[in-house]
Nanobody, 122 residues
Framework: QVQLVESGGGLVQAGGSLRLACAAS????????MGWFRQAPGKERDFVAT????????YYADSVKGRFTISRDNAKNTVYLQMNSLKPEDTAVYYC???????????????WGQGTQVTVSS
């Protein structure tokens, strides 16, 4: 089992920044690829970003490319999502997740956090 706890969400004006963190406990964090997903009200859960177990590979959704950065610190068992130039359409609940394989498909992720709300006002 891997337990994931997100933090860092909140209310921010358009153009602002937030940094989300996801702390992991349980099984060896560095064995897992990590991903960030988001879900807005009435919409499906969307892929945001993913990072390989070593941190050497990352991939982003086109909607956030160039604005968001995913990173991880395996010594601290934590993955981060730095979000810059935020837009109202980024408003959603953001979830971190862990997977044995590196994937953009939420179905391949085995463990999920409870989510953290990000609200971007215009």
């Amino acid at each position: 089992q891997v337990q994931l706890v997100e933090s860092g969400g909140g209310l921010v004006q358009a153009g602002g920044s937030l940094r989300l963190a996801c702390a992991a406990s349980g099984r060896t964090f560095s064995n897992y690829a990590m991903g960030w997903f988001r879900q807005a009200p009435g919409k499906e859960r969307d892929f945001v970003a993913t990072i390989s177990w070593s941190g050497g590979n990352t991939y982003y959704a086109d909607s956030v490319k160039g604005r968001f950065t995913i990173s991880r610190d395996n010594a601290k068992n934590t993955v981060y999502l730095q979000m810059n130039s935020l837009k109202p359409e980024d408003t959603a609940v953001y979830y971190c997740a862990a997977a044995k394989g590196w994937s953009m498909n939420f179905k391949f992720y085995d463990y999920w956090g409870q989510g953290t709300q990000v609200t971007v006002s215009s």
